[in-house]
């Protein structure tokens, strides 16, 4: 097992490395009663909207794209109805990694899918929420916030955040408290262009960013969109900014993470899991080593 794997799971349980979630991060996850896997990444989500049929080879592309010519046709609201269908009014599994991080509790998560795993594992621990949004009027901003006292949400003003609790950022959106999503173009379009001008990120995350390490998991960095957003959203970021476990990269993959500080590391989340559960156990063995007090 790669060494680099302990190292990783401890800084994230220490909150020295935080957790970048793509699709991958929910492997695992599977509808309670029909054992289907929950709809993630792009073909799994263009699938899922589309019936269970593949679209034409130019919107399989990506499901922004997708999503995109299903607005056209039968309206935004169809969009929202169908990711709020399929992560609220479904009941998931845990995916494993989210098992992980609900023991740790991280003082800090970036989320990039839409589903609820994440919130649910904060369910009984205040924290802050923060959601991206496009396409809104009567605001410079492009994100939401939401204070979670333990109980509900509420939405709040960046000035009246509590620094001391943990931020769940998802930036894609979630269907809690209500139904927030970028999900086609141009969401992306509006969303990316407030992002890169400095709009799209709270001015407290933008501040605890500096300097902070990351660890992606689940993500592919194949194309441009998930590409921008990532860049952005860890602006300001240590060196090295990062590592990906990306188990067969690319070359596309790997010239993108050379360039932006992040190693990759061939392995996946699996191992990551497999290397927690031994430095765990190896920990407690040394614990049960040492002398006890009174003996």
């Not at 609790?165 to 979630?174: A, E």
């Not at 999900?183 to 407030?194: F, I, K, N, R």
């Not at 689940?218 to 970021?237: H, K, W």
Request: charged fraction near 20%; hydrophobic fraction near 40%.
């Amino acid at each position: 097992m790669n060494p680099q794997l302990h190292t990783l799971a401890q800084g994230i349980r220490s909150g020295d490395i935080v957790p970048y979630l793509g699709p991958g991060a929910l492997t695992g996850a599977t509808d309670t009663a029909t054992g289907q896997p929950m709809p993630a990444d792009s073909d799994s989500l263009i699938l899922a909207m589309n019936n269970g049929k593949p679209m034409s080879e130019k919107l399989m592309w990506e499901f922004p794209r997708a999503a995109m010519n299903v607005e056209l046709k039968r309206g935004r609201g169809a969009i929202t109805r169908f990711l709020n269908a399929t992560y609220a009014e479904r009941t998931w599994t845990r995916a494993p990694l989210h098992a992980w991080l609900a023991s740790l509790l991280p003082r800090y998560v970036i989320d990039t899918n839409r589903d609820t795993q994440l919130q649910t594992s904060y369910a009984g621990v205040p924290h802050t929420l923060v959601r991206g949004i496009s396409r809104v009027a009567g605001t410079d901003y492009r994100f939401r916030i939401d204070h979670y006292d333990g109980a509900a949400y509420r939405e709040i003003a960046q000035e009246a955040v509590d620094p001391t609790l943990p931020v769940l950022f998802k930036p894609m959106g979630s269907p809690l408290p209500d139904a927030v999503f970028i999900a086609s173009d141009a969401d992306y379009v509006d969303y990316l262009t407030e992002l890169m001008g400095g709009f799209a990120i709270p001015s407290f995350v933008k501040s605890y960013r500096q300097g902070r390490q990351y660890v992606f998991l689940g993500l592919r960095l194949l194309r441009d969109t998930e590409r921008m957003v990532m860049s952005d959203i860890i602006y300001g970021a240590g060196a090295p900014a990062g590592w990906a476990l990306i188990p067969e990269p690319s070359e596309k993959e790997q010239r993108f993470c050379d360039r932006q500080g992040i190693e990759i590391i061939a392995a996946d989340i699996p191992d990551l899991l497999a290397a927690a559960q031994s430095g765990a156990r190896a920990a407690a063995g040394d614990a049960d080593t040492r002398p006890q007090i009174g003996s």
